[in-house]
Structure formats: C-alpha cells, structure tokens
C-alpha cells in the first residue's frame, strides 16, 4: 500500500506558474513510476505526465510538452508538477498515482494507487 496526497493546486491567472507536489507513504516510493493526471468537469480523466523510478525516464502528453516538467526526490518520497505557462485549458483537479512498474505509462489503469487531487484554477 501507499499513501498519496497532492498540495500546491489554487487559483492563477493565465501565464501564471504553479508548482504541484505529491508526498507519498507507505511502501518504498523508488518502487513506483509515478504519474499526473487531470480532470476537468464533464471530462475524463488524462495523462498529463509521469516520471520512472529513477527518473532516467519522463513522459509527457503533447498539450503540456515545453511548459510543464515532471520530477521527483526519492529522498523525500515525493514527486512534482512545475507548471508554467499556464492557460485557462488547464483547469482541473489533478492527481498523482503510483505504478508499480518500472517504466512510466500514460494509462490511467496501469496505476494501482491514487491520491485524493488537487484544485488548479487558471483565470483569463
């Protein structure tokens, strides 16, 4: 088992930064990929990016390529969402989950644990 909990969502205004974090408990946190997704109301949920266990690899959904980056510390057991450039489009509540695989991977389904999200207003 594992615990996530997201911080760091609030309101913005278009262009604006935002720095997401995910603080993780339970079992070893180097044993997971990690990953963030979005969803907006009325929406499904989706990959927004998503770190492997040692960060050696990174991926990123087209629409965030260029403004967001994804990292992690494995010494604090948590994981990151810098968020630049920020555009009305981008509001969501935004998770993290963990994937007990090695690799990281943009299906929702591939993460066996989820945190509770976070809010991200981005006004015009």
């Known amino acids: 088992q594992v615990q996530l909990v997201e911080s760091g969502g609030g309101l913005v205004q278009a262009g604006g930064s935002l720095r997401l974090s995910c603080a993780a408990s339970?079992?070893?946190?180097?044993?997971?990929?990690m990953g963030w997704f979005r969803q907006a109301p009325g929406k499904e949920r989706e990959f927004v990016a998503a770190i492997s266990r040692s960060s050696v690899s990174t991926s990123y959904t087209d629409f965030v390529k260029g403004r967001f980056t994804v990292s992690r510390d494995n010494a604090k057991n948590t994981v990151y969402l810098q968020m630049n450039s920020l555009k009305p489009e981008d509001t969501a509540v935004y998770y993290c989950?963990?994937?007990?695989?090695?690799?990281?991977?943009?299906?929702?389904?591939?993460?066996?644990?989820w945190g509770q999200g976070t809010q991200v207003t981005v006004s015009s």
């Open positions: 989950a963990a994937d007990l695989a090695a690799l990281p991977k943009s299906t929702p389904s591939n993460y066996a644990y």
């Open positions: 339970g079992r070893t946190f180097s044993s997971f990929a």
